[in-house]
């Protein structure tokens, strides 16, 4: 059984692009989570997403931020218009249901903004 | 609103030491505690998970302790090498999101 795949697992966009961060949850998984690391700071959750829902984005910047988990292929972490300050280690994380008790997390997609 | 503190920020210890690393939150309303460990630039490895009904867990030369009333956890480690060298992150779940305290930046020396 695969783990939870990221990809790209560095990207590197110039002030204006958009981002866009893949996550292929582990099988039988259908709830994902995303973590944004700024560096020299501790993780941060972004949002919950299970199939075709968004459950919590409190985490989320108010703009330019957007994700989603279609029926089929990854979660995707979109980011327009990217600035300096969205340098950082995005993680994403799945389970197979809710209150399941561990979260496995993917290597990570380290951003950087130029 | 949930907080992680972890103490000390970095500790740096000869090898061979054992050493005992701590997390406190500020809502005893958990599900489950986790320790992870990142290497820099790397990305998450779990350590241990403590489901809020237990006590500890212990991997190894690793042990998780977890009490729910004071709001703290501790990761003793056992018999340090410089391999252990990492940041060691503890992270909550009071609610299906993971709320993370700043981590320990731990340095073995040989």
């Known amino acids: 059984n695969a783990g939870v795949m990221q990809n790209p697992r560095h990207l590197v966009r110039r002030r204006g692009q958009e981002a866009r961060l893949r996550c292929s949850p582990m099988?039988?998984?259908?709830?994902v989570y995303w973590y944004r690391q700024l560096p020299e700071e501790g993780l941060k959750f972004m949002v919950y997403?299970?199939?075709?829902?968004?459950?919590?984005e409190s985490g989320m910047p108010k703009e330019r931020f957007s994700a989603e988990f279609p029926k089929e292929g990854p979660s995707i972490l979109r980011i327009q218009q990217v600035v300096r300050g969205d340098s950082a280690a995005y993680f994403c994380?799945?389970?197979?249901?809710?209150?399941?008790?561990?979260?496995?997390f993917g290597p990570g997609t380290r951003l950087t903004v130029t | 609103k949930q907080e992680v503190t972890q103490i000390p920020a970095a500790l740096s210890v000869p090898e061979g030491e054992n050493l005992v690393l701590n997390c406190s939150f500020t809502?005893?309303?958990?599900?489950?505690l986790q320790w992870f460990r990142q290497d820099p630039g790397k990305g998450l490895t779990s350590l241990l998970l403590?489901?809020?009904s237990q006590r500890e867990q212990t991997s190894g030369r690793l042990n998780a302790s977890l009490d729910k009333s004071s709001g703290r956890s501790t990761l003793y480690i056992a018999a340090s090498q410089p391999g252990d060298s990492a940041t060691y992150l503890c992270?909550?779940?009071?609610?299906?999101?993971?709320?993370w305290g700043a981590g320990t930046k731990l340095i073995i020396k040989p």
């Open positions: 809502d005893s309303a958990i599900y489950n």
């Open positions: 099988k039988g998984h259908s709830h």
């Open positions: 994380a799945s389970s197979p249901r809710d209150r399941f008790p561990e979260q496995y």
């Open positions: 992270a909550v779940d009071s609610n299906y999101q993971l709320i």
């Open positions: 403590i489901q809020s």
């Open positions: 997403l299970q199939k075709e829902n968004i459950i919590d």
